[in-house]
T-cell receptor
């Protein structure tokens, strides 16, 4: 089954404790992205990647890191989480060949609470 | 900067009605527009993708139209059912900033049995 998976689905942590949210897709998509969703602010892009070893900042990258060492995986790293990073996080992927973007698929979400 | 607006923010209708959800965007230079469904606390499920060269797409009881020149899209749901209750999100991929989808705030739809 074609899908985007994220782990963990729920996480409660404390300020300053490094964490990683994993994202994996099995559709051989070039493009992957991370979004956060907050009430009243909607969905905002954190980082994106156009292919292996190619990443760039989205609209709200502060406090986050990403890496793209393999095509299928795109982990989101919070080196020193703070309470304002409490949010619902989504990973997404789509094919993007020669600048043509197709349907974007989203993972099930990770609900993160930072105390 | 691309902005996407969805009206109304919430809609409640009785079961069986046909309904239309609206989406407008400020910059008509887009690659595509995608409609999603989101259940409370859950992920986004893709419903329909319309490329900029297309006028409409259909899937089952859903029909989405795109009028790029006027910056509008509509999602038509026929014969609504209680299971259609969810938040519907419209997202645009612009030519400028094509690396991201710009989302509207969504329309929260409730279908009453």
């Amino acid at each position: 089954e074609a899908q985007v998976t994220q782990n963990p689905r729920y996480l409660i942590t404390v300020t300053g404790k490094k964490l990683t949210v994993t994202c994996s897709q099995n559709m051989n998509h070039e493009y992957m992205s991370w979004y956060r969703q907050d009430p009243g602010l909607g969905l905002r892009q954190i980082y994106y990647s156009m292919n292996v070893e190619v990443t760039d900042k989205g609209d709200v990258p502060e406090g986050y890191k990403v890496s793209r060492k393999e095509k299928r995986n795109f982990p989101l790293i919070l080196e020193s989480p703070s309470p304002n990073q409490t949010s619902l996080y989504f990973c997404a992927s789509s094919s993007a060949r020669r600048g043509l973007y197709n349907e974007q698929f989203f993972g099930p979400g990770t609900r993160l609470t930072v105390l | 900067k691309q902005e996407v607006t969805q009206i109304p923010a919430a809609l409640s209708v009785p079961e069986g009605e046909n309904l239309v959800l609206n989406c407008s965007f400020t910059d008509s230079a887009i690659y595509n527009l995608q409609w999603f469904r989101q259940d409370p606390g859950k992920g986004l499920t893709s419903l329909l993708l319309i490329q900029s060269s297309q006028r409409e797409q259909t899937s089952g009881r859903l029909n989405a139209s795109l009028d790029k020149s006027s910056g509008r899209s509509t999602l038509y749901i026929a014969a609504s059912q209680p299971g259609d209750s969810a938040t519907y999100l419209c997202a645009v991929r612009g030519v400028q900033g094509a690396q991201k989808l710009v989302f509207g705030q969504g329309t929260r739809l409730t279908i009453n049995p």
